[in-house]
């Protein structure tokens, strides 16, 4: 499974997921930071990709559309506005809700 990580998740991630999804990248490192959600999800679909995202527009398109693509929403983490970082200083969602269509499932990231 190879992930492609939305603009709003860093693209300082990608090297930490090569050994587990070799293939994997972000929408600015492959030159799509100005392209628009649709041109992002088409992307995805003709190269097979997993699309992982904070916000709601690509499960708005995976209603309209289905899938492929399937997209992983990031439902967590530090919140706008927070100001106290966890423990040990790293931030690492504890739980995603993964949309596949029209099956919602939540589940742990581990």
């Known amino acids: 499974m190879k992930l492609l990580l939305d603009e709003n998740l860093s693209r300082r991630i990608v090297p930490f997921l090569q050994a587990d999804y070799a293939g994997s990248t972000q ?5 799509m930071e100005q392209a628009d959600d649709y041109e992002i999800w088409a ?3 003709v190269h097979d ?7 709601a527009d690509f499960y708005d398109l995976s209603l309209l559309h289905g899938a492929p693509p399937k997209v992983i929403w990031l439902k967590g ?3 706008q506005g927070r100001s106290d970082p966890p423990a ?11 949309q596949t269509g029209a099956d919602d499932v939540s589940g742990d990231l581990r």
């Open 27 to 31: 929408v600015a490192l492959i030159g």
């Open 43 to 45: 992307y995805a679909r």
């Open 49 to 55: 990709f997993v699309i992982v995202t904070k916000d």
């Open 77 to 79: 983490g530090m919140q």
């Open 88 to 98: 040990g200083g790293t931030q690492r969602p504890d739980r995603v809700a993964t």
